[in-house]
Structure formats: C-alpha cells, structure tokens
C-alpha cells in the first residue's frame, strides 16, 4: 500500500486522471492525499469533485482557499469572481451532495510525522494547535455559524461573534499563509516568490520561532514558490499545474517524487 500526497488541482481534471495512472494508483490498495484546492481556475472541477467524493474512502483531502470560496458562493455569502470557473459545479444535479462533502472536510489532517494543510501554520502554532483550530473551524462550517464563518474570510467582520472571528481568522491561516513577520504576524494578501515578500517578512517554513520544526507539513497553496521543494519540516507541493506547469505526486514513505506535465490549456491571467 502506498500514500502519495498530490499538489493543488485546481480543477484540472485531465491532468489529474494522467498522473493517477503514472503512480499506478489502485483504490483497493492505495491512498492519496490531496493539499486543498481541489476546484477552481481550471476547466473541470465538476469532474475532480465528482471522482473525489466517489473514492472517499481512500482519500484525505484538506480545504483550501478555493474551496471554501465555492462553499461561500453556494451558501450565498460570496459572488462568483471573473476568474472562477465553478459555474458547472454550481448548476450540477448534485451540486448540493458535492458541496456537503466538501465541507466535510478538515483544514488539518496528521498521521505520523506528516501534517497536511493547505498552506501553513503561524510559527506559533504547534502542530495539536492547529489540529485543534480545524477542529473549530470544523464544527463551524458544520453548524449555523457556516454563513458568518465563510462571511468573515472575505468581509468586515466587527459585527459577528468573537468565536467566529476567531475561527474566520484561523481558516484564513491555514488556507492563505505564506510569509510572516519576525512576531509572527500573517500577511495573507502576499502572492509572489519569497524574493518579493515585504520587507522583514520571510516564508512561514523559514521562520527561526517555529514550533515544531520536526514535523513534516506537506502543503501546497504557493505555486510562485516553484515547487516541488522538499524543504527543513516542510514539503511544497503546489508546482502549478493550473498555470501550464505540471501536477506532482510524492509518495510519503520514501519521498519519490512524480510530476505530470499539466494537460490543460493554461491560465493567463494571474
């Protein structure tokens, strides 16, 4: 049996279909592990949420930026973007049961020395902080606070629950983080290399407060950092596919790495 955690598939179905048949992937046997962002700038997230769900067995999957952003649009709190390409997924039959299933998934997941997020812990945070903190957001995004959670990603958030606020932040984290400051402070709107970062920012990885630098967190989320990186406590797996590069798959006990070419007409619009 193998478990091979794969980058940020973004809807790129085909991509995804190619490099399963490279690993040689078998349901009966196998698992995967996928990095968030399953749906979204691709061409066919329908296609990539339809065969997750039917193989959940045999797969983790963690909630990334642009899953939640499609959780948001169904629940009515967000509005599709010019970019989006999850109008399929949308006016699908089962739309509901996909999206349900979606959210049924964790923002953290650990299994012996590997800790799988979409994009990083706060140098602060131990590895049981964060288990704990996508346990609340969890609970959250499963209760009637789901509206106000995915509300306060995206907006003003002065006039909600503090517990809420805190749980919005918490999900912002773990689906947005790429650099911090030397106190530790996130900032989530950073995009580009870490060449680019502001000035006294460094890559959360990279951090010298981190706790629990033994922990291997396999994330993907950062395609500008040029991965696949195998890196001290980390493993940087978003090697964008949906911008023309390729889709990587590294199997977890013996760091074999595997890239597919991406299949897909690539995104040129930032």
């Given at each position: 049996m193998a478990c091979w955690a794969i980058g940020d598939v973004q809807g790129c179905w085909r991509?995804?279909?190619?490099?399963?048949?490279?690993?040689?992937?078998?349901?009966?046997?196998?698992?995967?592990?996928?990095?968030?962002?399953?749906?979204?700038?691709?061409?066919?997230?329908?296609?990539?949420?339809?065969?997750?769900?039917?193989?959940?067995?045999r797969i983790t999957a963690v909630l990334g930026n642009h899953d939640l952003h499609l959780i948001a649009v169904h629940l009515g709190?967000?509005?599709?973007?010019?970019?989006?390409?999850?109008?399929?997924?949308?006016?699908?039959?089962?739309?509901?049961?996909?999206?349900?299933?979606?959210?049924?998934?964790?923002?953290?997941h650990r299994e012996g020395r590997h800790l799988l997020v979409h994009a990083g812990l706060l140098p602060r945070w131990t590895e049981d902080d964060a288990l704990e903190r996508s346990r609340h957001v969890s609970a959250a995004l499963h209760d009637d606070r789901a509206g106000d959670l995915v509300h306060g990603l995206r907006y003003e958030t002065t006039n909600l629950d503090p517990d809420v606020v805190a749980r919005a932040h918490d999900a912002a984290v773990l689906t947005r983080l790429r650099v911090c400051t030397a106190e530790g402070v996130p900032a989530l709107g950073f995009k580009g290399p870490p060449a680019d970062a502001p000035a006294g920012h460094r890559p959360w990885f990279d951090h010298p407060h981190r706790r629990d630098p033994e922990t291997r967190v396999?994330?993907?989320?950062?395609?500008?950092?040029?991965?696949?990186?195998?890196?001290?406590?980390?493993?940087?797996?978003?090697s964008g596919c949906v911008w023309g590069r390729s889709l990587t798959a590294l199997r977890l006990d013996d760091d074999r790495i595997v890239q597919q070419a991406t299949l897909e007409p690539p995104r040129r619009d930032g």
């Open positions: 991509s995804l279909e190619s490099l399963l048949a490279t690993i040689g992937f078998a349901d009966s046997r196998d698992r995967l592990w996928f990095t968030g962002d399953l749906v979204n700038r691709g061409p066919e997230s329908l296609e990539v949420l339809r065969w997750a769900a039917a193989h959940d067995g709190i967000s509005r599709l973007r010019p970019r989006d390409t999850l109008d399929e997924v949308l006016e699908a039959p089962d739309a509901g049961e996909l999206i349900a299933w979606l959210r049924a998934r964790p923002l953290a396999v994330f993907g989320h950062w395609a500008a950092l040029g991965g696949p990186h195998l890196l001290p406590g980390a493993i940087a797996l978003d």
